[in-house]
């Protein structure tokens, strides 16, 4: 999950496990799991864990008919979401 905490002088993001619910302390720790196999278009709600442990028992909780769901690096995904293209997404 995303979070803020207000620093003393500004706002700092942070993100939590949804299976051990501590903070991921940088994005080189995480990782988003989402089902295999959606269509174009299709949206699903990724689940954000740790890499390891916590992405290992994410697997079957998101596990479809389509087979083992995919994780890709949280630094990857937060790369494609701020790259320039991002924009020609579709608004929820």
């Given at each position: 999950?995303?979070?803020?905490?207000?620093?003393?002088?500004?706002?700092?993001?942070?993100?939590r496990?949804?299976?051990?619910?501590?903070?991921?302390?940088?994005?080189?720790?995480?990782?988003?799991?989402?089902?295999?196999?959606?269509?174009?278009?299709?949206?699903?709600?990724?689940?954000?864990?740790?890499?390891?442990?916590?992405?290992?028992?994410?697997?079957?909780?998101?596990?479809?008919?389509?087979?083992?769901?995919?994780?890709?690096?949280?630094?990857?995904?937060?790369?494609?979401?701020?790259?320039?293209?991002?924009?020609?997404?579709?608004?929820?």
């Amino acid at each position: 999950m995303l979070f803020v905490v207000q620093e003393a002088d500004k706002p700092q993001p942070l993100f939590r496990c949804g299976i051990c619910d501590k903070p991921i302390e940088h994005a080189s720790l995480g990782a988003v799991v989402f089902p295999r196999g959606l269509e174009p278009g299709e949206r699903y709600r990724v689940l954000l864990v740790h890499k390891g442990s916590c992405n290992e028992a994410a697997l079957p909780i998101v596990e479809t008919d389509q087979g083992p769901p995919v994780s890709m690096d949280l630094a990857d995904y937060l790369r494609r979401f701020l790259s320039e293209d991002s924009g020609e997404r579709t608004a929820a």
